[in-house]
């Protein structure tokens, strides 16, 4: 499996970026995708998660209303649209990918594939 991130970058406070992720490797259509993120010093912690089919989406309540995460089943890559950036969204963004008709999660450990991630730097 092979999750390939784009799209970090510098943006200042109140700004966005979008992140993609191009999934390969595996049966995209039949795995629960999701972001998850990690400033120094702190534990890799869940962003967002979306079913296999894209109809439930799933939100850590620090980005709830600002992030949006898709999917695009015939091109094997999820997004995750971040509007109205914060100081605090300062992170490496990592994708990840559950295994094959696994459910959501918002652990960590229970998610078999990983990026390399993608800094997001948000000035103020």
Known sequence: VRL?????????????????????GLTFRSSVMGWFRQAPGKERDFVAAISRSGSRT????????RFTISRDNARNTVSLRMNNLKVEDTAVYFCTA????????R??????????????TVSS
């Open 107 to 120: 652990r960590p450990g229970e998610y078999r594939s990983w990026g390399q991630g993608t800094q997001v």
């Open 58 to 65: 799933y939100y850590a309540d620090s980005v709830k209303g």
């Open 4 to 24: 390939v991130e784009s799209g970090g970058g510098l943006a200042q406070a109140g700004g966005s970026l979008r992140l993609s992720c191009a999934a390969s």
């Open 98 to 105: 559950r295994g094959l008709q696994a459910p959501v999660s």
